[in-house]
């Protein structure tokens, strides 16, 4: 079974600086989705990110950006310019390619504070 | 676009009584739905996996008496929490898979019950 690990409860970062946020995860599959969600204190989930595996180049999207690491299946997600809206709850997810079900497993996740 | 709804947004209910949260793909077909139960400042954890036309899988350690679920269609997938107690008291997510956009699962608002 896949696992996905985020080590850092909580994070905080000033208004304008970069931050990142680590995720690493255990499989032992080859090719596969790696997402980053994003919950805000409305709870609902909002995709930042998605990285396929078998794709080497990282992914971005505007200010958000993941450094794929797949050998060391480590999948950190780096903000840019932080704004008090990316004040929430970080989750990395795993998902398999597989049909089985294409369930999602969660990290923990990453309480983000930005302060003004 | 790509919407799942959720209805009720929040429910309160006496202990004993069942409760039927709806998840609904707005504007496109699910053939899969997952059901996700999230305690306060804790990540998601899966529940089970809806299938339309199909039982439900459900993952280990959730009774499938208790939380019954139905997908009757491609768009509608329901959870009923039967015979609830305080216990069951937390935040139910529901989210759709629209397998023709690169595996990206789609969310809705949740719902929070709490039992008395």
């Known amino acids: 079974a896949q696992t996905v690990t985020q080590s850092q409860p909580e994070m905080s970062v000033q208004e304008a600086e970069t931050v990142t946020l680590s995720c690493t995860y255990d499989?032992?599959?080859?090719?596969?989705?790696l997402f980053w969600y994003k919950q805000p204190p409305s709870r609902q989930m909002i995709l930042v990110i998605r990285q396929e595996a078998y794709k080497q180049q990282n992914a971005t999207e505007n200010r958000f950006s993941v450094n794929f690491q797949k050998a060391a299946k480590s999948f950190s997600l780096k903000i840019s310019d932080s704004q008090l809206g990316d004040a929430a709850m970080y989750f990395c997810a795993y998902r398999t390619t597989h049909n089985a079900g294409n369930m999602l497993t969660f990290g923990g996740g990453t309480r983000l504070m930005v302060k003004p | 676009g790509a919407v799942v709804s959720q209805h009720p947004s929040w429910v309160i209910c006496k202990s004993g009584t069942s409760v039927k949260i709806e998840c609904r793909s707005l504007?496109?077909?699910?053939?899969?739905m997952f059901w996700y139960r999230q305690f306060p400042k804790q990540s998601l954890m899966l529940m089970a996996t809806s299938n339309e036309g199909s039982k439900a899988t459900y993952e280990q350690g959730v009774e499938k008496d208790k939380f019954l679920i139905n997908h009757a269609s491609l768009t509608l997938s329901t959870l009923t929490v039967t015979s609830a107690h305080p216990e069951d008291s937390s935040f139910y997510i529901c989210?759709?898979?629209?397998?023709?956009?690169?595996?990206?699962?789609?969310f809705g608002p949740g719902t929070r019950l709490t039992v008395l």
């Open positions: 989210s759709a898979d629209k397998s023709t956009r690169n595996n990206e699962q789609f």
């Open positions: 499989t032992s599959e080859s090719d596969y989705y």
């Open positions: 504007d496109f077909q699910a053939t899969t």
